[in-house]
Nanobody, 115 residues
């Protein structure tokens, strides 16, 4: 059974930083593509950043230069380092893993950025 558990969200002032973590189980962490998505109130869920099993990364334009996705294969954990946070980054952030063509999701962690 695949389980993804996010942590690290919270309230931060604009310009601040947070690091999100996603602990995983039930997947071969080192080979599965993974990513971070977010969903703001009243908006659709959108991709923030993705990383392949080989470590290649991609970012949404709105976070390039501010956010960094990384993975620790030994720990089976995915990270999102978020710097220079803006009020428009306020959202629930979700961890995603793809296994066998199926998307798996965590329950999300709330990030609130105050102005």
């Amino acid at each position: 059974q695949v389980q993804l558990v996010e942590s690290g969200g919270g309230l931060v002032q604009a310009g601040g930083s947070l690091r999100l973590s996603c602990a995983t189980s039930g997947i071969v962490f080192s080979i599965n593509p993974m990513g971070w998505y977010r969903q703001a109130p009243g908006k659709q869920r959108e991709l923030v950043a993705g990383i392949t099993g080989g470590g290649s990364t991609n970012y949404a334009d709105f976070v390039k230069g501010r956010f960094t996705i990384s993975r620790d294969n030994a720990k089976g954990t995915l990270y999102l380092q978020m710097n220079g946070l803006k009020p428009e980054d306020t959202a629930v952030y979700y961890c995603n893993a793809v296994r066998g063509g199926i998307n798996f999701w965590g329950k999300g962690t709330l990030v609130t950025v105050s102005s």
